[in-house]
């Protein structure tokens, strides 16, 4: 099934008279084992197009089809059963819980799945090992460096198994060397685990590393450039 | 969820100390306002609840225990006719004055009874027996008088309405709520010291049923053999006379206050500092939505913060209260502790925090995405 179909898919957000046009009438097809990257200067509607991808905000117009569930004609009230089931976000901000540990953090996730503890437990320790974080379970998100704190987000998108998994400005807040990490981490959850991986970013130092570009400019979506293999 | 309610309340120490701070003050509040009118009403009613008699018989209309009227002694005989009446107590409750030693005057409340029944009398006596006080110009006083009479000891004599009396006896646990001390006398010599009751009247009639007799029924053949007269059970005496101390004096509306403005005092702070820490956290909250968690989900977490503070803040008010309860008996008031009204503090600690979660869950609610993805 195909992660993410979009047709016509527009935001326009209100506030009294003013209308701003965040998301204009974009038309999308993802595909799994991709490494997407969705460039535009800021204010171009990278942020609002993944809220709306990951079905935090209702768009205003269009079609969304997650894996070949139509998403618009939902009630809110099922949305947090789909974004359980498919969905994951990583932040520029990172978001972890400061009282808990890197550990717990992590677990906070697959908690919430109701995946049993001793497998969580497991998982856990595995994927912090392989973000390298092995030996920082127990320290608290303020003891780590910016990175570190990217890399638990991204152990926590991970334990989330979800197949869809969207970082809005991953590497925003850290520099090249960890960005890069970063980046490179996510590009092997995408072909690995064949996720499918949207990263916006108006980050070009990081270009070289995805499958695919596509790019925003006032809420538009601009003519694809694939690249040759 | 619960887990991380406790490490968000551990994250923030000094926030949540205060915020602890502030429950127990309101719930300890509640305890010694509970408390301290408990044992005020348990005083009020001190006599009925310790006499043996199932049903009290008291001039019309009294108001309570310690405003009765006298009324003629020959309806004792009225009343021993009503069939399942095992027997039947006269009593006499009065007012009067006592000199004090150094020459000034108190108010005191007489108390006569039967000396060979014992109906009405004292039950806990530190010295001295219930019948001592038979035949003679005698008195037993409670312990507690100490404050008003000053101290006195067995053999000594008081003034009693100008009449030298001896103290025979010292009994415990009488204490009244209308601070006036309560001497014991025989029923004939209350008779005379009460002036207004005089020889062949009563103030009360005590009435114990058969075993195996409907007290229902009593009650009502006695209420038809004497429709001049009050006829109540024992315990609608008790509640009619501490429902008329809350009432008539106000000390029930003001200690209801003082409850209630506590209540709300502790829901503000309660509810203040989880909506502050669930502002401090909404981005993490967002993410657990974003992730996939309900809004029912996060909800637990920002309850079962509320439940903890109330939880250990109930706890700490108790050992506060217990601790306390001998500071309050030296200072001349008793508190009353008991399991049920506990309980029902703790149900309302419960609600109080509860309740000031409520606005937390509303911003949960309606998170705004946006604020997710700002750096
Ligand atoms: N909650 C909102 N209310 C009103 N306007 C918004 C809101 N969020 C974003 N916008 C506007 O929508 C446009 C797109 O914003 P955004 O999606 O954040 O772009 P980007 O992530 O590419 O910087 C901008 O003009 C922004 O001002
Ligand atoms: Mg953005």
Redesign the interface.
């Known amino acids: 099934m195909v992660p993410v179909v979009a047709k016509e898919l527009s935001k326009i957000y209100r506030e009294g008279s003013l209308e701003v046009t965040a998301v204009a009438s974009v038309d999308l097809e993802f595909q799994s084992g991709e490494l997407i990257g969705l460039f535009g200067p800021s204010g171009s509607g990278k942020t609002t197009l993944l809220s709306m991808l990951g079905c935090m905000l209702k768009p205003t117009g269009g079609t969304l089809e997650l894996f070949g569930q139509d998403i618009t004609s939902l009630d809110e009230r099922d949305l947090p059963a789909i974004r359980k089931k498919y969905i994951s976000f990583i932040f520029q901000g990172f978001n972890l819980f400061p009282p808990l540990t890197v550990y717990e953090n992590v677990m906070l996730v697959m908690n919430l799945k109701r995946i049993d503890p001793m497998v969580a437990d497991q998982r856990a320790r595995e994927l912090l090992e392989a973000v390298g974080l092995g030996k920082r379970m127990n320290f608290l998100p303020r003891e780590l460096s910016g990175g570190q704190r990217q890399r638990v987000a991204i152990a926590r998108a991970l334990a989330a198994d979800a197949p869809l998994i969207l970082a809005d400005e991953p590497t925003g807040n850290l520099d090249h060397e960890n960005g890069r990490t970063v980046m490179e981490m996510l590009k092997t959850l995408a072909s690995e685990q064949n996720c499918c991986v949207v990263v916006a970013t108006h980050d070009n130092r990081i270009n070289d590393l995805f499958d695919r570009v596509v790019c925003m400019e006032d809420g538009r979506m601009l003519p694809e450039k694939r690249k040759e293999t | 969820m619960f887990y ?1 309610a406790l ?2 309340i ?3 120490k000094l926030r949540s100390f205060f915020t602890l701070l502030g429950v127990v003050f309101a719930v300890s509040l509640i305890f010694a306002q509970v408390g301290i009118y408990q044992g005020l009403m348990e005083a009020s009613s001190v006599l009925i609840d310790h006499t043996a008699g199932d049903i009290w018989v008291t001039s019309k209309n009294s108001k309570n225990f310690d405003f009765c009227q006298p009324f003629p002694e020959y309806f004792y005989y009225s009343a021993l006719q009503v069939p399942g009446v095992q027997s039947v107590d006269k009593a006499i409750i009065g007012w009067g004055m006592i000199r004090q030693q150094n020459g000034g005057q108190e108010q005191v409340e007489i108390m006569g009874y039967q000396p060979d029944r014992g109906v009405g009398g004292p039950w806990d006596l530190k010295e001295g027996r219930p019948s001592d006080v038979k035949n003679g110009n005698f008195m037993i006083v409670d312990e507690s008088a100490v404050k008003r009479l000053g101290a006195f000891k067995v053999g000594d004599y008081r003034d009693v309405m100008a009449r030298r009396i001896q103290i025979m006896g010292i009994s415990r646990g009488v204490k009244s709520f209308t601070t006036a001390p309560y001497l014991f006398t025989s029923y004939s010599l209350a008779q005379e010291l009460v002036t207004y009751v005089g020889h062949d009247n009563t103030v009360f009639l005590i009435i114990k049923t058969l075993p195996g007799s409907d007290k229902g029924t009593v009650i009502r053949l006695l209420r038809e053999k004497l429709p001049a007269m009050d006829v109540l059970s024992k315990e609608e005496f008790s509640s009619k006379t501490r429902l008329y101390w809350t009432i008539e004096t106000g000390v029930g509306f003001s200690f209801l206050l003082t409850i209630m403005v506590s209540f709300f005092i502790g829901m503000l702070i309660v509810g203040q500092t989880i909506y502050n820490s669930t502002i401090e ?1 909404i ?2 909250y ?10 029912a ?1 996060i909800s637990r977490i920002i309850v079962s913060q509320a439940a903890i503070n109330a939880l250990v803040g109930y706890s700490v008010s108790l050992l506060v209260t217990l601790a306390s309860v001998k500071m309050y008996e030296a200072g001349g008031m008793v508190m009353v502790v008991k399991t049920s009204v506990n309980l029902i503090i703790l149900l309302m600690t419960m609600l109080m925090c509860l309740c000031s979660a409520f606005y937390s869950i509303k911003k949960i609610k309606n998170i705004d ?2 604020i ?4």
């Open positions: 991380i490490k968000i551990l994250y923030d956290h981005k993490e967002g993410t657990m939505k974003a992730l996939g968690a309900s809004t989900e995405p946006a997710l993805f700002r750096g």
